[in-house]
C-alpha cells in the first residue's frame, strides 16, 4: 500500500523575519540600508458550505448504484445525474481532506452492504424459485454473481481510490489511526479482522451475506480460525475413512457423494451457498473423473478461487473434496485391481495420481495438492500394492520391464504420506507447538512409506533370489551358468540403478541376494566362472595356428576389443559374490598355465590386466603365484635367447651326405627348441606321464638341459611332455603341410619316418606311452577331424591289431594344419584333482582358524567351536570336514 505524508514547510518562509517593507538604519560601514520581507498571516481557511458531504455523498450513492447496476449515465429509480470519474475522485478527495474519511467510509461501507445483499438475495430467490436446480447451474449462477460483485467493487474502489489509500495506509486522521492500531493487537487472523482496503471490505461482505455469521461464531467458539479448520479437516479425514469403506451401493462408480447429496437439499430448500456451490464444483470434478471432457476447469478454477477469497475453501469445499476423493478412488480401487492385470493397474494407478495433481494445479488451491496426492494413494495404491507386486514383480524383473519395475517403486514412495520435499519448509513456517505436531506427523509419514517401499525391496529380492537359484542348480544348462548369471546381473544393476534409483537398501539387496544363490553349489560357481573367464582369454584356433608357437610372438597383444572387457568385468563382478575365491584362484591357474605354455593367449595385456583386477579386488597375496607365472615366462624367453645364441656360435656339424642320417636324425641346428622352466612353487601340480622321445627330439632337449644347468648348477629338471607341442612338416601327394600337434601326436608321426605302416600295439611298445594315452592320440590322428593317418579297419574304436598308415591324399586348404587332441573325460578327474588340492589347503586354514579360536577361548563347547569356526572363515565348508579338523587336532594333541 501506498502511503502519504504531509508537504514540508519550506524552511525559508519558517525563518523570515516579520515586518514591512522600509528603509532600515544603516550598516556599519555605511551601507545601503537593509531590504525585509514580511509575511501577513492570510485569515482562517475557507469552510466549505454546510451540508457538502451530503451533497457529495448523494452523487457517490448514485454513481455506486450505477456501478452495480451496471448503467453508464443515470439511475433508473431516482433519475439522479451521474458525475465524470473525475468528477468523483475529486469529490472524495474533498471529503477526505476536510477530515470526513471515516464518515465517508462508514457510509461506503453501508452502502455496499446494502447492494450486496440485494445480490445473495437475487442468487437465493433464484434457487428457491427453481425446483430441482442442478448443483451446476447454481454454481454457475454463484460465479457470474461472484465475478459482478467483484467488477464493481473494483471499479467503486477506482473511484474511492483516495480514501482506500488513507485506509490502508492508516490515514492522516486520528480516527484511523486508532481503528488501525486497535486492529493489529486484536486481529489474530487476516481473514478475521477488520478489514483496511475497499476490496476487503467488498469481500467480507460478500461472505457475510453468503454465509452468515455461522462461521464467525464458530471461529469466536474455538478463539481461533486455524483451530476451526483442524477440526474441520479432523472430521473431514473420519469421515473420508468411514465411506471408503462402507460406502453403499446406491453410489455407483461415475457418480459422487456430492450428487448424492446435492439433490436431496432440494427438497428442503435450506439455502447454503458456499456448500451448494461447493457441490456443484464436486460434481464437475466427478464428471471429469469419470471421463468428460474437461472444458469446465475455467469455471471451476474461478469457483475454488472465490470460495478461497471468501474464506469458505478449507472450511467447506476442501473437506467435502476430500471425502468425495477417497470414496471415488476406494472404490474404483476395488474394481479394477481385480479387472486389470499388475502392469494395467500400476498404469491406471499413475495416470490417475498425475490427472489429480494436474487438477490441483489447474484449478484448486496449492494446499489441497499434497493432501490429495495422499487420499488417491491411499485408496488406490496402499491397499493393492502387495497384490501389484506378488503377481507382477517377478515376471516384470524376468522381463526386463524397467518400467513398470520403476512404477511400482514410485506408487510405494507415495504411499504412508510420502510424496517428497516441502515437510522441512513447512515447520520452519510454523509455531513451536505447530512445528512439533508437523514434525511427528511427517515423520509417522515418513515411516510409513519406507514400509511400503521396503515391500517393494523385499519383492526385488525375493526374486532376484528365486531366479538367480533356479540358474545356479540347473546342472542341464552349467555350461551357460555363468553367461546367464551376467543376463541377470544386468537386469539387476539396471533395476536398481534406472528404477530404485541406485538406493543403498536396494543395492545392499542386490548384493545379498547374489552371494546367496552364488555360493548354492560349493566350488562349482568359481569352477565355472574361470572357465568363462578362460574362454574370453583364449585364442582361436585360427589364430593359434597362425602363429609360431615357440616364437615370442605367441604373446604379441592382440587388440582387445571392448566386448571382452566387459564380459571380463561381468565376471569380476561375480567373482566378487563367491566366498571360495581359493577355488576360483586353483581353476583359473590350471587354465592360465596352459594358455601360457601352448601359445593360446589371445592377450598378454588383456592377461596381465585381469590379474591387476583381481589384485585390487583381493590383495598382492592372492595374486602373487600369477604374476609369478609371468615372470617363468619372461624368463624363460631370456634363457631361449641364450640358448640360440650359443648354438649359432657352436662348431657342431653334421654329415650332408649321410643319406641315413638325413632320413632318421635332422640338424640339432634344424630344429627350433622352445623350452619353458616353470618354478613348482608357482604353477599347478601336474602328473609326469612316461615318452620315449624320437632321437632328434630327444637329442634337442639333452642340449638344452646341459645348457641350463651349465647356467644353474645344483638344480634340476623334469620334463612335461604332456604340456608340450611341436610343429611338424610333412609332404603328402598334394604338396607340403605344417602341422601342430602335442608332443604325444609329434611322437607316433615321426614313426612312421622309419616304417610304412604300425599296429596299435607297436606304436605303444615304440613310443612307451600309456596304453590309454596312445589309443586317444592315435585317435585324434586317424579319426578325427583332421586325418592324417589312416586306420585298418575303420571305426572309432582303436584295438591293438588296428594297422595304421600316412594318409597320403590328405588335403586341407590352410598351409599350417592344427590337429587337435582327444580331450579325455579326464576333464572331470583334473577337476577333481583340483577340488582335493583347494581342500587340502582349506583344511590348513581351519586347522588355523580352530587353534586361533581355542586360544583365545582355552575351553568351550563342541558344538560352539564349530559355530564359532564357521563365522570366521571365508569359503563354504562342511559341518563333517570341520568335526574332521577337530578331531585331527585332538590326534595330534593340539586340542583336548
Same mark, same amino acid.
Not at 160 to 167: I, S, T
Given at each position: ?226 483451530? #476451526? @479448520? %483442524? &477440526?474441520?479437516?479432523? /472430521?473431514?479425514?473420519?469421515? =473420508?475413512?468411514?465411506? *471408503? !469403506?462402507?460406502?453403499? +451401493? $446406491? ?22 451457498? #458456499? @456448500? %451448494? &456451490?461447493?457441490?456443484? /464444483?464436486?460434481?464437475?470434478? =466427478?464428471?471429469?473423473? *469419470? !471421463?468428460?471432457?474437461? +472444458? $469446465? ?24 473434496? %476430500? ?574
Amino acid at each position: 500500500p501506498v502511503g502519504f505524508r504531509r508537504r514540508a514547510t519550506r524552511p525559508e518562509a519558517a525563518m523570515a523575519p516579520l515586518g514591512g517593507l522600509g528603509t532600515g538604519s544603516r550598516g556599519p560601514n555605511g551601507a545601503a540600508p537593509v531590504r525585509r520581507l514580511t509575511i501577513k498571516l492570510t485569515k482562517a481557511p475557507p469552510r466549505p458550505p454546510d451540508g457538502f458531504e451530503e451533497e457529495a455523498w448523494t452523487s457517490l450513492s448514485a454513481a455506486i448504484d450505477a456501478i452495480h447496476d451496471k448503467t453508464s449515465s443515470v439511475r433508473s429509480e431516482h433519475k439522479t445525474p451521474v458525475p465524470s470519474y473525475e468528477t468523483l475522485y475529486r469529490s472524495v478527495e474533498d471529503v477526505c481532506v476536510h477530515k470526513k474519511a471515516p464518515w465517508l467510509f462508514d457510509k461506503l461501507r453501508e452502502k455496499l452492504k446494502t447492494r450486496v445483499g440485494a445480490r445473495v438475495r437475487e442468487l437465493k430467490s433464484s434457487y428457491e424459485n427453481s425446483v430441482g436446480m442442478d448443483p451446476v447451474a447454481f454454481l454457475c449462477a454463484f460465479d457470474t454473481a461472484w465475478r459482478d460483485h467483484c467488477d464493481a467493487v473494483d471499479t467503486t474502489r477506482r473511484v474511492f481510490l483516495y480514501l482506500d489509500r488513507m485506509r490502508v495506509a492508516g490515514g492522516v486522521n486520528d480516527e484511523f489511526r486508532a481503528r488501525a492500531a486497535n486492529q493489529t493487537r486484536s486481529g489474530n487472523d487476516a481473514l478475521f479482522a477488520e478489514p483496511r482496503s475497499i476490496w476487503d471490505v467488498g469481500v467480507r461482505l460478500f461472505r457475510d451475506a453468503l454465509v452468515g455469521d455461522e462461521e464467525t461464531t464458530e471461529t469466536t467458539a474455538n478463539d481461533s480460525p486455524s483451530k #476451526a @479448520r %483442524l &477440526a474441520r479437516a479432523a /472430521a473431514a479425514a473420519a469421515r =473420508a475413512e468411514s465411506n *471408503s !469403506g462402507t460406502g453403499g +451401493d $446406491s453410489v455407483s462408480r461415475g457418480q459422487s457423494v456430492s450428487q448424492k447429496t446435492a439433490h436431496s437439499g432440494v427438497g428442503t430448500k435450506s439455502f447454503d451457498a #458456499a @456448500r %451448494l &456451490a461447493s457441490q456443484g /464444483a464436486l460434481l464437475l470434478i =466427478a464428471k471429469e473423473r *469419470s !471421463g468428460e471432457s474437461k +472444458d $469446465s476447469r475455467g469455471l471451476l478454477r474461478r469457483a475454488t478461487r472465490a470460495f478461497a477469497a471468501l474464506g469458505v475453501y478449507a472450511a467447506t469445499f476442501e473437506p467435502m473434496f %476430500l471425502e468425495q476423493t477417497a470414496v471415488f478412488y476406494a472404490r474404483e480401487g476395488d474394481d479394477l485391481s481385480v479387472a486389470l492385470t499388475p502392469f494395467e493397474y500400476g498404469a491406471h494407478c499413475e495416470t490417475r495420481l498425475r490427472e489429480e495433481l494436474n487438477l490441483c494445479d489447474d484449478a484448486l488451491d496449492a494446499s489441497t495438492k499434497k493432501t490429495c496426492a495422499r487420499v488417491v494413494a491411499k485408496h488406490l495404491v496402499e491397499k493393492h500394492l502387495q497384490r501389484m507386486l506378488d503377481e507382477g514383480f517377478t515376471k516384470a524383473f524376468k522381463e526386463n520391464r524397467v518400467g513398470d519395475i520403476a512404477r511400482f517403486f514410485q506408487l510405494a514412495k507415495r504411499c504412508g504420506g510420502g510424496s517428497g520435499g516441502g515437510g522441512l519448509e513447512t515447520i520452519t513456517k510454523t509455531t513451536k507447538d505447530q512445528r512439533e505436531a508437523l514434525a511427528s506427523t511427517l515423520t509417522d509419514a515418513s515411516n510409513s512409506s519406507t514400509k511400503f517401499v521396503d515391500a517393494v525391496r523385499r519383492a526385488f529380492g525375493v526374486s532376484l533370489r528365486s531366479l538367480g537359484t533356479e540358474i545356479v542348480k540347473d546342472e542341464q544348462r552349467e555350461k551357460d551358468m555363468v553367461m546367464r548369471l551376467l543376463t541377470l546381473k544386468s537386469l539387476a544393476d539396471d533395476a536398481v540403478h534406472r528404477a530404485f534409483e541406485s538406493g543403498e537398501t536396494f543395492v545392499a539387496t542386490n548384493r545379498e541376494a547374489f552371494e546367496h544363490f552364488v555360493n548354492q553349489r560349493g566350488n562349482k560357481p568359481p569352477e565355472l566362472i574361470a572357465k568363462f573367464v578362460d574362454s574370453k582369454l583364449r585364442a582361436s584356433s585360427a589364430k593359434a595356428a597362425g602363429t609360431s608357437e615357440n616364437d615370442s610372438s605367441s604373446f604379441v597383444a592382440i587388440d582387445h576389443d571392448a566386448e571382452t572387457e566387459k564380459a571380463l568385468d561381468g565376471a569380476l563382478s561375480l567373482f566378487r559374490h563367491v566366498q571360495g575365491k581359493d577355488a576360483f584362484e586353483a581353476f583359473y591357474k590350471r587354465d592360465l598355465a596352459k594358455r601360457l605354455l601352448l601359445g593360446k593367449s589371445a592377450s598378454v595385456d588383456a592377461e596381465k590386466s585381469f590379474i591387476g583386477k583381481l589384485k585390487a579386488e583381493c590383495g598382492a597375496q592372492f595374486t602373487a603365484k600369477l604374476e609369478g607365472m609371468f615372470k617363468d615366462v619372461d624368463a624363460s624367453r631370456d634363457l631361449m635367447r641364450a640358448y640360440n645364441e650359443s648354438l649359432l656360435g657352436s662348431k657342431t656339424k653334421q654329415n650332408d651326405d649321410d643319406e641315413d642320417a638325413q632320413g632318421k636324425t635332422a640338424p640339432l641346428k634344424e630344429i627350433e627348441t622352445y623350452v619353458n622352466v616353470l618354478t613348482a612353487g608357482s604353477w599347478p601340480t601336474y602328473t609326469a606321464l612316461t615318452l620315449r622321445l624320437p632321437l632328434p627330439l630327444e637329442r634337442a632337449r639333452d642340449a638344452y638341459a646341459s645348457f641350463y644347468l651349465g647356467k644353474h648348477s645344483g638344480r634340476k629338471l623334469a620334463w612335461l611332455d604332456s604340456l608340450g607341442h611341436c610343429v611338424l612338416r610333412a609332404r603328402f601327394d598334394k604338396g607340403e603341410k605344417e602341422l601342430c600337434t602335442s608332443t604325444f601326436q609329434a611322437a607316433v608321426l615321426l614313426l612312421f619316418n622309419d616304417f610304412e605302416s604300425l599296429t596299435a600295439k607297436a606304436v605303444v611298445e615304440k613310443t612307451g606311452m600309456d596304453d590309454g594315452e596312445c589309443r586317444r592320440t592315435l585317435q585324434s590322428l586317424a579319426c578325427g577331424k583332421t586325418r592324417v593317418l589312416t586306420k585298418t579297419p575303420k571305426g572309432r574304436e582303436i584295438l591293438d591289431d588296428d594297422v595304421f598308415t600316412v594318409n597320403g591324399s590328405f588335403t586341407e586348404k590352410l598351409f599350417r594344419v592344427k590337429v587337435n587332441s582327444i580331450q579325455m573325460k579326464e576333464t572331470e578327474k583334473e577337476t577333481d584333482e583340483t577340488n582335493e588340492r583347494v581342500f587340502q589347503d582349506r583344511q590348513y586354514q581351519i586347522d588355523a582358524c580352530l587353534v586361533r579360536i581355542m586360544k583365545t577361548r582355552r575351553a568351550t563347547t563342541h558344538a560352539s567351536l564349530v559355530a564359532e569356526t564357521f563365522a570366521q572363515i571365508s569359503f563354504p565348508a562342511k559341518p563333517v570336514d570341520v568335526k574332521k579338523r577337530i578331531e585331527s587336532l585332538i590326534e595330534r594333541e593340539y586340542l583336548e
